[in-house]
């Protein structure tokens, strides 16, 4: 199948499932589209088992693996959804936050990798470095899943940005790391295989190189919408950015998503107040609103059909269900050190560490970083647990938050 006919494929299947949730499930709408994408993968699965002379399963996979989803997602939607997701995150609200944000985004992954690591190899007599690639890979949350559950859940205000700050940032870091991790397991397959020293530097370049080329076009492009006053001129300079800026930050070998996050923050909010008009304003946020809620109900669809990549091994579904408790807990840590650090100098609202615990989505992000392993002995059964991990985390975290939002954090919100 050609790109144009795969991308049809996709659209027509999410508007599908989208409106078959809309009339039926009734469930927030990206969480419906994987549901319902969810029931008809294993139907047709389920189908092949009782009429195996049809072969449809095989026909399907081969289609799904043809979509390559790893690669549609970390360079193609996710520069737009980071883009589109941090347009919405005010800086001032991230400013009184932004100590926490920075603490989750950094030792809460360190932590979480290293218990998810660990705890995996213990499980699996994975090797210990492969596991941690499994840890680093699971631990982020996944900004786009998040930032969608967050318009349906009415969180407090500063939880919803202590949630979608970390969300937006811990995934650019989260992204770093793998990348390193990988490198020191897979030395023949990756480019960063250069010692500790070398995977230091890379964290530095990567991270702070994607912030400050973000910031960079971001100011530049506010500096030229300041001077026009034409919407749609000025909805295509911000899609430009988000492209182009992304590609730019691919070919410089920096951080591409902290790069998406920067620059959208600053148009967001700098560019906005100062370089917009109240009707430019009105069309771009409806412009990218669109652009979030679309991309959104594709990934969610993908997610869903990825199943048929998937290895239905008796050993890989137990240590999949393993997986769950193991990032729970890791996450758990990710939240609640950073929170007990900083308690003795602030105050939280009541039921922070339950909310973001549970709150910390994992999504597509996931999946794409376990398919683009390279080929070896571990990867079925880290793509397998991921994928279970990931499932899990859409559906039940994200139906349940709203919920436990409700009962643990009743009383008034402090700062």
């Not at 001032?92 to 985004?105: G, H, K, N, Q, T």
């Not at 205000?157 to 992204?175: C, P, R």
């Not at 990825?306 to 729970?328: C, H, R, S």
């Amino acid at each position: 199948m050609t790109i144009l006919q795969i991308a049809s494929l996709l659209i027509v299947l999410a508007g599908a499932f989208g409106a078959i949730n809309y009339l039926y499930l009734k469930l927030p709408s990206a969480i419906g589209i994987l549901v319902v994408a969810l029931f008809a993968s294993f139907a047709l699965i389920l189908f092949d088992i009782v009429f195996p002379a049809f072969g449809l399963t095989d026909k399907v996979r081969a289609t799904v693996l043809e979509i390559e989803f790893s690669e549609a997602l970390l360079e193609g939607m996710l520069g737009l959804l980071l883009f589109a997701g941090a347009l919405h995150v005010k800086l001032a609200d991230l400013r009184r936050e932004w100590i926490v944000v920075a603490l989750m985004a950094t030792i809460g992954i360190a932590l979480s990798t290293a218990i998810v690591g660990f705890g995996f190899s213990w499980i699996t007599g994975m090797p210990l470095i492969i596991a941690l690639v499994f840890g680093a890979l699971i631990s982020p949350t996944d900004p786009l899943a998040v930032l969608g559950v967050l318009r349906e859940a009415n969180l407090q205000k500063s939880l919803e940005t202590k949630i979608a700050g970390e969300s937006l940032f811990n995934d650019g870091v989260g992204y770093v790391v793998f990348l390193i991790l990988v490198g020191l397991a897979f030395p023949v397959a990756g480019s960063h295989g250069a010692g500790l020293g070398g995977a230091l530097e890379l964290f530095v370049v990567e991270a702070l190189g994607g912030a400050l080329l973000g910031i960079t076009l971001g100011w530049l492009t506010f500096r030229v919408m300041r001077r026009i006053d034409d919407y749609s001129l000025e909805v295509l300079i911000t899609l430009g950015l988000a492209f182009g800026g992304y590609e730019l930050a691919v070919y410089l070998h920096v951080s591409a998503p902290i790069m998406a996050v920067c620059a959208g923050l600053l148009i967001g909010d700098v560019g906005a107040k100062y370089g917009m008009s109240v009707e430019t304003r009105k069309y771009v946020d409806a412009f990218w609103k669109l652009i979030d809620e679309i991309l959104n109900a594709v990934l969610f669809l993908m997610i869903g059909v990825e199943v048929f990549a998937v290895a239905f091994d008796a050993n890989y579904l137990v240590a999949g269900f393993a997986a769950i408790a193991l990032a729970l807990v890791a996450r758990l840590a990710a939240v609640a050190v950073p929170v007990l650090m900083l308690k003795p100098f602030r105050t939280f609202s009541k039921g922070v560490i339950p909310i973001m615990t549970w709150g910390g989505l994992k999504g597509g992000i996931s999946v794409a970083l376990a398919l683009s392993l390279p080929e070896g002995e571990w990867k079925p059964l880290i793509l397998t647990a991921t994928y279970i991990v990931v499932i899990f985390s859409i559906i039940v975290q994200g139906l349940t938050v709203a919920k436990l939002s409700e009962r643990v954090g009743r009383t008034p919100e402090l700062l």
